[in-house]
């Protein structure tokens, strides 16, 4: 088994439905138990032997650079990539295309992830995601998978075709960045993905995966840790 041994994190955005939490700091530096949920994410990496980290950031950048510095005090060498206008996932990801090798791990900085939850997904063959069940799929990206294929990301649906829903966490190579084009968000880019003939696995997880959308999340994530 090949384990991925880089990562981009994306750590761009704001997060609106975060405020007043997010109106001095960027949505990844909000802290859970007294560390910033971008440290948990980067600690779960190093735990699974990633240590070459590109983190993509904007608001309030200058905080990440502060806190998490070169990585040198987290065992990481650290690159940082801009982008200067929060528009999506994938136009995040972007921006990361040539700081990046030919296989590597994308993962959001304001989820809550634990190192069991990613060390199986290390060695997975690109491209896939994680999936999980979820109690209130319509709230996330459903997905659709048939013999662990994905056919399907259907973002937010009124009606939800199943309970397994997208973690952002996604194992990639470089032919990504050939499909990202003017599409903003990386479901969007899996679905053209699929729809051209290409696979992309679905691994499923039952590891600790938590979301921070709203202020009374902060509490949830507070209790889990």
């Known amino acids: 088994m090949v384990v991925m041994k880089q990562a981009v994190i994306l750590a761009a955005g704001e997060g609106q439905?975060?405020?007043p939490f997010t109106v001095t700091k960027p949505k990844v530096m909000v802290p859970i138990a007294d560390k910033p949920i971008l440290q948990y994410v980067v600690e779960s990496l190093v735990?699974?032997?990633?240590?070459?980290?590109?983190?993509?950031?904007?608001?309030r950048?200058?905080?990440?650079?502060?806190?998490?510095g070169a990585g040198e005090q987290f065992g990481i060498d650290i690159t940082y990539v801009t982008q200067e206008r929060q528009l999506g996932t994938a136009h995040a990801l972007a921006q990361a295309k040539d700081a990046v090798g030919d296989e590597f791990l994308v993962l959001p900085g304001d989820n809550l992830i634990e190192a069991s939850t990613i060390a199986r997904f290390v060695g997975v063959k690109p491209n896939a995601m994680?999936?999980?069940?979820?109690?209130n799929p319509c709230g996330y990206g459903v997905v659709v998978i048939e013999n662990e294929m994905v056919k399907e990301i259907i973002e937010k649906p009124e009606e939800a075709k199943g309970n397994i829903v997208n973690t952002?966490?996604?194992?990639?190579?470089?032919?990504?960045?050939?499909?990202?084009?003017?599409?903003l968000n990386i479901p969007d880019v899996l679905n053209?993905?699929?729809?051209?003939?290409?696979?992309?696995s679905g691994q499923q997880t039952d590891g600790t995966w938590l979301d921070v959308v709203y202020p009374w999340d902060i509490i949830s994530l507070n209790d889990a840790i």
């Open 168 to 183: 952002g966490i996604y194992a990639f190579n470089k032919e990504i960045f050939d499909f990202i084009g003017d599409q």
């Open 130 to 135: 994680l999936v999980k069940k979820a109690v």
């Open 47 to 59: 735990q699974n032997g990633i240590r070459q980290i590109i983190i993509v950031v904007g608001y």
């Open 192 to 200: 053209k993905m699929i729809t051209e003939g290409k696979s992309v």
């Open 17 to 19: 439905r975060l405020r």
């Open 61 to 68: 950048r200058e905080q990440i650079f502060d806190y998490m």
